[in-house]
């Protein structure tokens, strides 16, 4: 007998392909750790029908927001500075519209990098659009020149959170990120920090939600030191499963 595995949609991201049309895009490293984790991944399509995303959302036991653009600041009452990078206001319209989705039905969530950022200002948080230019106190490079599967700074974990009981008070973490948490969304609780203060990581107060600013993905390309995160998600989804199938 073969066991049910979860099936996980990765949100999936938009870009303008050679033809000029856009197309999905989703990093392999995504659906490879969550199948690596044991679920089953799938891509949930961008779409301009928001009366579809119900239905695609309740399809899926849990959803995974990905690494990506930056989030429009139009959207927690802020201009646009000279440190901004590419935003696309009708994706992040999108995600947001998957997201009201799934916190109505209370399923399980993670998501990287891009998506604390996307998730705390959907929940009336606002962010540094810059880091380097907007952080006084960020003494750590956040955002690295070249793409690495190691680590590269320490954060340190909030006693009681999610993340403590999966590693305990500290970690090492890649970091590919020039935007982190401001001010912190509607019942969203930060659970992780690096040293310099800016916020690497946050967890939903009620709903089976955890927040991470670095690349756990990345990470299990060289080590297997991020599995329990999307292990520990996974077995949270096959509880959703289990309820609906």
């Known amino acids: 007998m073969t066991l049910m595995k979860p099936l996980i949609a990765v949100v999936s991201h938009t870009e303008i392909n050679r033809f000029g049309i856009m197309a999905n895009n989703i990093s392999v490293t995504y659906t490879e750790a969550v199948e ?35 989030v429009d600041p139009a959207f927690y009452g802020e201009k646009r500075i000279s440190g901004l990078g590419q935003v696309d206001l009708e994706l992040d319209r999108f995600q947001m519209v998957v997201l009201q989705a799934i916190m109505t039905c209370r399923k399980p969530v993670l998501a990287i990098c891009r998506g604390i ?5 959907a929940l009336g ?13 960020a003494a750590l490079k956040h955002m690295q020149d070249e793409l690495s599967y190691g680590v590269d700074h320490e954060v340190i974990i909030e006693p009681g959170s999610r993340l403590f009981d999966l590693f305990g008070p500290q970690i090492m ?18 659970t992780a920090r690096a040293p310099d203060g800016v916020i690497e990581a946050a967890q939903h107060k009620t709903l089976p939600m955890d927040l991470v600013q670095w690349h756990p993905e990345l990470m299990l390309r060289q080590n297997n030191d991020m599995l ?16 609906i199938r």
């Open 36 to 70: 690596e984790a044991g679920g089953l991944a799938m891509i949930l399509p961008f779409t301009q029908h928001r009366e579809l995303i119900p239905l695609l959302v309740e399809k899926a036991d849990g959803f995974l927001f990905t690494g990506g653009m930056d």
């Open 117 to 121: 950022q996307l998730i705390n200002v």
């Open 125 to 137: 948080g606002s962010l540094f659009q810059d880091i380097s230019s907007q952080f006084s106190n």
């Open 173 to 190: 973490v890649n970091s590919r990120h020039h935007q982190s948490i401001k001010t912190i969304g509607r019942d969203l609780i930060i």
């Open 228 to 243: 329990c995160l999307f292990e520990s998600f996974i077995n949270r989804c096959k509880i959703v499963s289990k309820s």
